[in-house]
C-alpha cells in the first residue's frame, strides 16, 4: 500500500488575533460537504491557557472549503483535574445516557491540573449536538494518569456498535515508559460506565525513536486502522517536526499485535514547515474514514517562531 498526495498543505482558517495559536485538531465529516474542525486554542493573546475551540466547514462546488467564526466548546474548570488546560478534544457519536438523558454526541478531552503540564488526564462531555452546548461529566476523569509523570491523553475513539461502546485508544506515559494503549469501553449508561482492561499497542514496524501516536481512524470495508504519529520533538519551538503515516490490520492492533506498514513520513521538504505537529486523519462521527481510497490529514503547521505560529492544514492523499 501507498499514498498519493494530491494536494499541497493548505491552512484551513487563521486566528483573528496575534499571539493565538490552534493546534492538536480533531475533524469529523458529517456528511459530503460538511466538516467540524475542533482544536486547541488559547483565548487571550500572548497566554498559553488551552481551551478547545471549533468551526464548522462547508464546501464549494469548486473543491475548496471555508470555515466560519469560532465557537469554544469547552474551558478549563475553576478547580480540580482540568483547572489549568483543556486539549486535544476528539469526539464520538452514538447514545450515552447521563442524568437521565441520552446524549448523541461525546467529546473526549485532555485535561490538566498543572502548570508544568504532568498529570494529564481523560475526561468526557456530552450533548445532543455536535454544535453543543457541552456537558461535563461530574465524575471526570474517566481514564486517570500518573500524578508526576506526563499521564493519559491525546485519545481517539472508534465506535464498536454505533451506540456506546467504543475502543479508546490513547497515550500513557508513567513510569513504565511511554505507550500507547486500547481500552473497550460502554458509555451506554454513565452510571455504571465501563473501561476495560488496557491492551498494549504494538510499535512494531514503526520508526524506532519516540514517536507520539496522535490519531487513528478505521477502514471498516478493509479492517486496517490508519494511524499518525509525530516525532522530532523541538523543545525550544516546542513542536514535532515529522509526522508518521502508517497502517496496521484492525484486528491485530485490538489484540495488541501486527506490523505496522509506514505509507509516508510528512516533513518540511513535503509541507514547506519547520513544525509538523499533532496530526488527525479526517473521520466520520463514528471514527472511521469517510471514504476508502482518501484520507484528509490535518495537521498543526508551525515555522520556528514558537507556539503562536501554530496553524490547522490539511494535506490529501490518496490509497494505492
Known amino acids: 500500500m501507498e499514498l498519493e498526495w494530491t494536494s499541497a498543505l493548505t491552512e484551513c482558517f487563521a486566528p483573528s488575533k496575534s499571539e493565538i495559536y ?3 485538531p480533531c475533524v469529523v465529516q458529517t456528511d459530503d460537504r460538511t466538516r467540524y ?3 486547541c486554542t488559547n483565548l487571550e493573546s500572548g497566554v498559553i491557557v488551552d481551551y478547545i475551540g471549533w468551526r464548522k466547514g462547508e464546501e464549494h462546488t469548486d473543491g475548496t472549503w471555508s470555515w466560519g467564526e469560532e465557537q469554544i466548546a469547552l474551558s478549563p474548570g475553576e478547580t480540580g483535574w482540568d483547572c489549568i488546560h483543556v486539549c486535544d478534544p476528539d469526539l464520538l457519536q452514538g447514545e450515552f445516557r447521563y442524568k437521565g438523558h441520552t446524549y448523541s454526541w461525546a467529546l473526549f478531552y485532555l485535561g490538566c491540573d498543572r502548570l508544568d503540564c504532568n498529570h494529564n488526564q481523560i475526561g468526557v462531555a456530552f450533548a ?3 454544535e453543543g452546548p457541552w456537558i461535563k461529566f461530574d465524575s471526570n476523569p474517566v481514564m486517570p494518569g500518573a500524578l508526576e509523570y506526563w499521564g493519559t491523553g491525546q485519545c481517539t475513539q472508534v465506535t464498536i456498535d454505533g451506540k456506546g461502546k467504543f475502543d479508546l485508544i490513547y497515550r500513557d506515559a508513567d513510569e513504565t515508559g511511554d505507550n500507547y494503549k486500547l481500552a473497550s469501553c460502554d458509555f451506554s449508561d454513565m452510571d455504571a460506565y465501563v473501561v476495560g482492561t488496557p491492551v498494549l499497542v504494538s510499535k512494531a514496524g514503526l520508526p524506532v525513536v519516540p514517536l507520539c501516536m496522535s490519531h487513528v481512524a478505521y477502514d471498516q470495508v478493509n479492517d486496517r486502522i490508519v494511524l499518525v504519529a509525530e516525532k522530532d520533538w523541538d523543545g525550544v519551538v516546542r513542536c514535532c517536526q515529522e509526522i508518521v503515516v502508517a497502517a496496521i490490520s ?5 489484540k495488541g499485535d501486527g506490523v505496522w506498514e509506514t505509507l509516508a513520513i510528512i516533513d518540511e521538504s513535503l509541507t514547506g514547515s519547520y513544525g509538523n505537529h499533532n496530526a488527525a486523519l479526517c473521520r466520520d462521527p463514528f471514527g472511521r474514514v469517510p471514504e476508502q481510497d482518501e484520507l ?3 495537521i498543526s503547521s508551525a515555522t520556528r517562531t514558537f507556539i503562536w505560529s501554530f ?8 490509497l494505492k
Open 37 to 39: 474542525a475542533f482544536y
Open 311 to 318: 496553524r490547522i492544514c490539511e494535506l490529501r492523499a490518496r
Open 250 to 254: 484492525g484486528a491485530a492492533f485490538r
Open 128 to 130: 445532543d449536538s455536535i
Open 22 to 24: 490552534n493546534y492538536a
Open 296 to 298: 484528509g490529514i490535518f
